[in-house]
């Protein structure tokens, strides 16, 4: 039995997703200036099969460590494909996410802290 709630793992997860995510744009963000660099995006196992069918065509490619290399977008003569605007968009976007997260996490043990205190 899983005394801290399905929310728990759940939320757990999603702070997981939002670090690997947060990894990925950096990488992105470093690369800004590297000839050839693609953008990377980290999709999931559960959203893969929808994402493939919705917005993954010919161009793009799925590496190992499970993020998807847009090879459509060339915004340059060098082959770098990273927007800058989009990549600190995300990365407002993701950090908002994780900030949430963390938020009702530490919700989460409060309430649970308060159980334990008797109401207190």
Same mark, same amino acid.
């Given at each position: 039995m899983n005394w801290l709630g399905s929310d728990y793992n759940l939320m757990t997860n999603a702070i997981g997703r939002t670090v690997a995510s947060q990894k990925v744009i950096a990488n992105n963000i470093a690369n800004v200036d590297t000839p050839g660099y693609k953008a990377k995006r980290l999709v999931f196992n559960d959203v893969l099969d929808t994402q493939m069918k919705l917005s993954l065509k010919r161009h793009t490619? !799925?590496?190992?460590?499970?993020? !998807?290399?847009?090879?459509?977008?060339?915004?340059?003569?060098?082959?770098?494909?990273v927007d800058i605007d989009l990549e600190m968009s995300e990365l407002s976007r993701n950090q908002i996410e994780y900030e949430a997260l963390v938020e009702q996490l530490n919700r989460k043990y409060a309430g649970l802290e308060s159980v334990i205190r008797g109401g207190r």
């Open positions: 490619t !799925i590496e190992s460590n499970g993020s !998807i290399v847009d090879r459509s977008s060339n915004m340059r003569n060098d082959g770098n494909g």
